[in-house]
């Protein structure tokens, strides 16, 4: 199992990225992706997920609204698109799996597999 982030920048207060995470060695429709955060100095935190099976999504009340994952099954890839970006968005983002997941997995003890991240900088 296999995952990498890639997709972050350097972007302004109010603009939008799209973070991709490509996946390998396993079927993505049977496993739950979940995208996390961490900046300096804070814990890993929960932002999306994307459960197994019906690819149901859930997020974390600090970017619901302004964040939307999704799953592209047949490319092996999960998008996490970032919209009205804040600067306290700022962080290290990663993607994470864990096999037969549904519901809002937002803890990163519930994941099993990650991938290294990528810097998202969001600043005037």
């Known amino acids: 199992v296999q995952l990498q982030a890639f997709g972050g920048g350097l972007v302004q207060p109010g603009d939008s990225l799209t973070l991709s995470c490509a996946t390998s060695g396993f079927a993505l429709d049977t496993y739950a992706i979940g995208w996390f955060r961490q900046a300096p100095t804070r814990e890993r935190e929960g932002v999306a997920c994307t459960s197994s099976s019906d690819g149901s999504a859930f997020y974390a009340d600090s970017v619901k609204g302004r964040f939307t994952i999704s799953r592209d099954n047949d490319k092996s890839t999960v998008y996490l698109q970032m919209n009205s970006l804040k600067n306290e968005d700022t962080a290290i983002y990663y993607c994470?799996?864990?096999?037969?997941?549904?519901?809002?997995?937002?803890?990163?003890?519930?994941?099993?597999?990650w991938g290294q991240g990528t810097q998202v900088t969001v600043s005037s």
């Open positions: 994470a799996a864990v096999k037969g997941g549904w519901g809002p997995l937002l803890f990163f003890e519930e994941y099993h597999y």
